[in-house]
């Protein structure tokens, strides 16, 4: 069964880093392009960063531009996404998701998520 397996969440400081794993069974995440979604209490839910198959081509909203990084491991079959110099507005469940031909800033657009994982930042 097709499945996405989000890991890598929890408490972090601002200014820390963490890494979220986002881990596909039942088919091959090589063929998909990888997002992540963030979704703060009280918000909507947005994209975050989204990469394409390979030879891969990326995106970043603008708030995270230069702090997260989205990578991709075929040999893992797993999407990950790297939090650098947090702040307390990253904070929120974090979703992985997949779709085809190219990103989209629309979450509706996106075919398979991830059960998603919290990130809270506090000092």
């Known amino acids: 069964q097709l499945q996405l397996v989000q890991s890598g969440g929890g408490l972090i400081q601002p200014g820390g880093s963490l890494r979220l794993s986002c881990a596909a069974s039942?088919?091959?995440?090589?063929?998909?392009?990888g997002g992540w979604f963030r979704q703060a209490p009280g918000k909507e839910r947005e994209l975050v960063g989204c990469?394409?198959?390979?030879?891969?081509?990326?995106y970043y909203a603008n708030s995270v531009k230069g702090r997260f990084n989205v990578s991709r491991d075929n040999a893992k079959n797993t999407v990950y996404l790297e939090l650098n110099n947090v702040k307390s507005d990253d904070a929120g469940v974090y979703y992985c998701?997949?779709?085809?031909?190219?990103?989209?800033?629309?979450?509706?657009?996106?075919?398979?998520w991830g059960q998603g994982t919290q990130v809270t930042v506090s000092s």
């Open positions: 998701a997949i779709r085809q031909l190219g990103c989209h800033v629309d979450m509706n657009r996106w075919k398979y």
């Open positions: 990469i394409t198959i390979d030879p891969p081509i990326f």
């Open positions: 039942g088919f091959s995440l090589t063929e998909y392009e």
